[in-house]
C-alpha cells in the first residue's frame, strides 16, 4: 500500500482532485482509493470507505463544546491523534494499492502543526508521499506564486516525504498558462516576470525569498491539473509512479 497525502491551501482543490483522480486511477487499472482525513468537511465529493468523520466531527465537537469553526477544527486536530490506529486498521481492512488522503481544508491547522507529519508517521509504515497544491487562481501573480513555493518547501520540510507539486484548477487559466509553465521550468522567467510585473516592496519581497529558495537548492515544476479537463492526468500519474515506485505501477 502506498500512502499519497494531498496538502494545499484552503480551496485549493484538493478534495476535488482526490475525487476524480481517484476514479480515474481505477480506470487505469490501480486498486485506488481516496480517503478522507478532513473532520471538518461538511459534504465530500466522493465516497470515502475510510473516513474520519466516522470517529471525529469538527460541527458535534463545536456544538458539544460551544467552539466556533477555528476552536472546533483545532480540538478536532489533536484528537486525530487519537484515533490514528482505527483510521489505520481501517486502512488495513480494505488493503488499497494507492490511498489517496484528502486532508483538512485548513492546511495551517494540519500541516503546520505536528498532527499531520504524525498522522502521517502513524498510519501506516509502508510507502508514503505528498502531492502539493499550487492553487492556479492564486498563484497566477509572480509574489503568489514564490509565496506558493514557500509553502512547499514547509510542507516538504515537515513532512519528509517525495513530493510532487501540482498546479491545480489549471482551467482557469487562459494565454497565462505557459507563462507559469514556464516559471517551473526555468526560475530565471518566474524572476523575469517579477522584475517586469511588481513594483516597491512586493518585488522585494518576491526577490529576496527567491533568493533564499535558489539558495535552499529546491525546485519546483507544477504539473498544471484540472479535474475539469483531465488536463495533467497522464503526467501526474507518471510522475507518482516514477518519484514513488521507482517508475512501477502501484498495483502489481
Ligand atoms: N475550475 C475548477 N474548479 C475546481 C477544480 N478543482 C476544484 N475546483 C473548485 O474549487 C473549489 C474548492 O475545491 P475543493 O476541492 O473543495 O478544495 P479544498 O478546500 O482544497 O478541498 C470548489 O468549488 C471546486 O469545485 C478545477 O480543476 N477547476
Ligand atoms: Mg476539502
Known amino acids: 500500500m502506498y500512502l499519497i497525502f494531498v496538502l494545499g491551501t484552503a480551496g485549493s482543490g484538493k478534495s476535488e482532485l482526490t475525487g476524480v483522480f481517484t476514479r480515474w486511477l481505477e480506470l ?14 461538511i459534504s465530500i465529493p466522493y465516497s470515502a470507505n475510510v473516513d474520519v468523520r466516522d470517529y471525529i466531527k469538527v460541527e458535534s465537537l463545536m456544538e458539544e463544546y460551544g467552539l466556533g469553526p477555528n476552536g472546533g477544527l ?14 489505520s486498521s481501517d486502512l488495513d481492512d480494505f488493503g488499497p494499492d494507492i490511498a489517496i488522503l484528502d486532508t483538512p481544508g485548513q492546511m495551517e491547522m494540519f500541516a503546520f502543526r505536528d498532527v ?12 508514503k508521499g ?23 518547501s514547509a510542507i516538504s ?17 487562459g494565454d497565462e498558462l505557459e507563462e507559469m509553465e514556464g516559471w517551473g521550468e526555468d526560475p530565471m522567467l518566474l524572476e523575469a516576470a517579477i522584475d517586469a510585473r511588481l513594483t516597491g516592496m512586493n518585488r522585494l519581497m518576491s526577490q ?3 533568493e533564499v529558495i ?39
Request: hydrophobic share 45%; aromatic share 10%; net charge negative.
Open 28 to 41: 487505469q487499472g490501480e486498486n485506488a482509493m481516496a480517503v478522507n482525513l478532513d473532520p471538518g468537511a
Open 74 to 87: 483545532m480540538l478536532a486536530s489533536e484528537m486525530m491523534l487519537e484515533i490514528v490506529e482505527q483510521l
Open 116 to 127: 499531520g507529519a504524525r498522522i502521517a508517521e502513524e498510519l501506516s509504515d509502508e510507502g
Open 130 to 152: 505528498v502531492i502539493y497544491l499550487f492553487d492556479a487562481g492564486f498563484s497566477r501573480d509572480p509574489l503568489n506564486y514564490v509565496m506558493s513555493m514557500f509553502l512547499a
Open 157 to 173: 520540510n515537515r513532512f519528509l516525504l517525495p513530493q510532487i507539486s501540482v498546479l491545480s484548477k489549471a482551467d482557469l487559466l
Open 208 to 210: 529576496d525569498m527567491m
Open 214 to 252: 535558489n539558495r535552499l537548492g529546491v525546485q519546483f515544476n507544477p504539473i498544471p491539473f484540472s479535474t475539469r479537463t483531465n488536463l495533467g492526468f497522464n503526467r501526474l500519474y507518471s510522475e507518482m509512479s516514477r518519484v514513488f515506485m521507482g517508475g512501477e505501477p502501484f498495483t502489481t
